[in-house]
């Protein structure tokens, strides 16, 4: 189908989980996996000489500034200028150099702030992202018009894919920049060791969430490039609900961690109730199973080991 598979931000946390299913899914194809220190992509005229160099058929581009929410208030000017500038020419120059099929992703923080749960696709346009976030939601959410214009104007076939709350090995366990799952892991995991009797965990617990193992999202992108030719976004969730207060006792419990959760209210919550709807998922056939439990405990797991040999990003 494909002869020459080009992947950016191969070497990245959902990276990781891509690069096995792609190698099984297209055997006869050449896979070819770059980081940052292979092509800067935000360095003027980059893009282009990567696709110049590689000349590949297919780009699942995956190349993202990303962070949780206390790093994304910090610097949300770096975060919308680094993914607008990645995004919008790597998409640019693979329509130029020909390349037949184009797969990226951005994230579900891009909905509205106020979406209604369980969110559908189609609220993608009616209100603004929530603040904390923002730079980074924006810059993504432009990648729905890019893939729809190129397609209108060119008959480029591109599509963009929504994972809803991806947690897994080769998360970022940075306190500073982490999201939820690989900071309360990294927590309860140290916390544990250090005989300490209580953790302190952000915001109320109220909110709700739908968190997705990033090996179901990696499992469903062949299929994508294989079956799917539309610029209409896809939601890739569980659309499983959770707040925040049982996945801390759920990640309590995949840890061994014995002592009391402590909420710390001076820290926000963000959005209180976001659940992904997956019926387009589903339409197509598709689905994302691992069960929390299993999925927290792959993770938890894999992050003593990774600690242990250096490789862990803390």
């Known amino acids: ?19 096995p299913r792609l190698q099984e899914a297209f055997p006869e194809a050449e896979l070819i ?14 893009p282009a000489a990567m696709l110049k160099d590689i000349r590949p058929d297919c780009v699942v581009h995956m190349a993202a500034r ?30 130029k150099a020909g390349v037949k099929k184009f797969i990226t ?11 209604k749960s369980p969110i559908g696709e ?6 603004y992202p929530q603040i904390e976030s923002a730079g980074y939601s924006v810059a993504k959410r432009m990648l729905v018009t890019q893939s729809w214009a190129y397609r209108v104007q060119h008959g480029f076939n591109s599509i963009v894919l929504i994972p809803g709350n991806v947690y897994g090995e080769w998360d970022n366990f940075n ?15 140290e916390a544990q060791e250090r005989g300490d009797k209580t953790i302190s965990a952000f915001g109320t617990g109220r909110p709700v969430r739908d968190f997705v193992y990033a090996g179901d999202v990696a499992t469903v992108v ?21 707040s925040i207060r049982e996945l ?42 691992t069960t929390l439990e299993e999925g927290l405990c792959r993770t938890a797991k894999w992050f003593l080991k990774a600690r242990k040999e250096g490789t862990a990003r803390v």
């Open 1 to 19: 189908m494909f002869k020459k598979i080009l992947v950016t931000g191969s070497t990245g946390f959902l990276g990781h989980h891509v690069m």
């Open 33 to 46: 996996g770059l980081g940052r220190r292979d092509y800067d992509l935000l360095e003027p005229g980059a």
């Open 66 to 95: 990303s962070g949780g929410i206390i790093t994304n208030k910090k610097r949300p000017a770096d975060f919308f200028y680094e993914n607008l500038v990645i995004n919008t020419h790597t998409l640019h120059e693979s329509w």
């Open 105 to 115: 992703f951005m994230g579900g923080c891009s909905y509205p702030s106020d979406a």
């Open 122 to 127: 189609d609220q993608m346009w009616k209100g």
């Open 175 to 189: 306190l500073e920049e982490s999201h939820v799952i690989p900071a309360l892991i990294r927590k309860y995991i």
């Open 222 to 242: 062949p299929w994508f490039i294989k079956n799917y030719d539309s610029s209409e976004p896809v939601n890739i969730s569980a659309g499983r609900r959770i």
């Open 248 to 289: 801390a006792e759920t990640v309590k419990k995949a840890t061994g961690f014995a002592g009391e959760i402590i909420w710390d209210t001076s820290k926000p919550d963000g959005q209180m109730d976001k659940i992904f709807a997956v019926s387009r998922l589903n339409a197509l056939g598709l689905s994302c199973n």
